[in-house]
């Protein structure tokens, strides 16, 4: 019980961090490679979009999901390899829009509720990787993000999945 409270507690601050300025993004390279025990080295098959995932998918169901890192001014939880995604539809800000932290989604809220979940990374017994994201996948603020895992229900609705292979997207 405790533990469904405490991915409760994250999924909901995340979400509520809403928008607003903040430090610039995390400067996190592409060049390193990844060397994780949850770095996919290949794409998943079946990725569902977040928005869809939130419509369909039911607690403690298997899923792949796709969805861009963001959705707040720090989309990532510290000392936890968690973080929140936006479905790929959602058009984030663009910085001649006045927005200094694109992945805030600042322009675009309303979209954002609905078409939100929370990606926590967990070991094999199911507990949360007590590590920066970040560093153990070279990932940063609107990477494309494949995860697989299992997915958690709060009484509001909101989806998290408990996730255990993450791929990251190259940019283009």
């Known amino acids: ?61 298997d899923v792949t999901l796709v969805g ?6 720090d989309p990532f939880v510290d000392g936890l390899a968690a973080f929140t995604v936006v479905d790929p539809k959602v058009p984030y800000c663009a910085a001649d829009e006045g927005c200094p932290t694109p992945w805030d989604y600042c322009c675009t809220q309303e979209q954002v509720k609905d078409n939100v ?29 494949v995860v697989t895992g299992k997915a958690k229900r709060d009484e509001e609705g909101n989806l998290t999945v408990a996730a255990n292979n993450v791929f990251v997207r190259t940019e283009q």
């Open 1 to 61: 019980m405790k533990m469904i409270f405490g991915w409760m507690l994250i999924s909901v601050s995340l979400v509520a961090a809403g928008c607003g300025q903040s430090e610039t993004a995390s400067t996190a390279g592409k060049a390193a490679a990844v060397d994780s025990q949850y770095a996919a080295t290949s794409e998943p098959d079946g990725a569902m979009p977040v928005g869809e995932a939130r419509e369909s998918i039911e607690d403690g169901q």
């Open 117 to 145: 979940a929370t990606v926590m990374i967990v070991d094999d017994s199911g507990n949360p990787v007590a590590q920066d994201a970040r560093n153990i996948l070279n990932i940063k603020e609107l990477s494309t993000v």
């Open 68 to 73: 861009v890192i963001g959705g707040s001014t």
